[in-house]
């Protein structure tokens, strides 16, 4: 089991930039970034896999974002850039073993999540 602890939200302007963190109790997991806008379903936004480091981004965010995680394999960040009114969300860190490439995008891959961490584009 591991823990998820989200950090880094806030308010900032469009085409501004917010770096989010997430620390993990352990390594050895598929990681991603989901967020969910109010009255919208969860959508994916980016994941890193395990083994390895592939990543995967959806296209909204595309060029803009940047998942990446640390060399211990416990924290994972998201780096977004250019931020757009449509970015502003609750953004919920996820993790999970066993997760394959085809199903990286769906949040049933995902056993463990944090808690949310706000980010509010807004002028």
């Known amino acids: 089991q591991v823990q998820l602890v989200e950090s880094g939200g806030g308010l900032v302007q469009p085409g501004g930039s917010l770096r989010l963190s997430c620390a993990a109790t352990?390594?050895?997991?598929?990681m991603a970034w989901f967020r969910q806008a109010p009255g919208k379903d969860r959508e994916f936004v980016a994941a890193?896999?395990?083994?390895?480091?592939?990543?995967y981004y959806a296209d909204s965010v595309k060029g803009r974002f940047i998942i990446s995680r640390d060399s211990a394999k416990t924290t994972l960040s998201l780096q977004m850039n250019n931020l757009e009114f449509e970015d502003t969300a609750v953004y919920y860190c996820?993790?999970?073993?066993?997760?394959?490439?085809?199903?990286?995008?769906?949040?049933?891959?995902?056993?463990?999540w944090g808690q949310g961490t706000q980010v509010t584009v807004s002028s």
């Open positions: 996820a993790a999970g073993r066993g997760v394959i490439t085809s199903s990286i995008w769906t949040d049933r891959s995902y056993a463990y």
């Open positions: 352990s390594s050895g997991y598929s």
């Open positions: 890193i896999k395990w083994p390895g480091s592939s990543t």
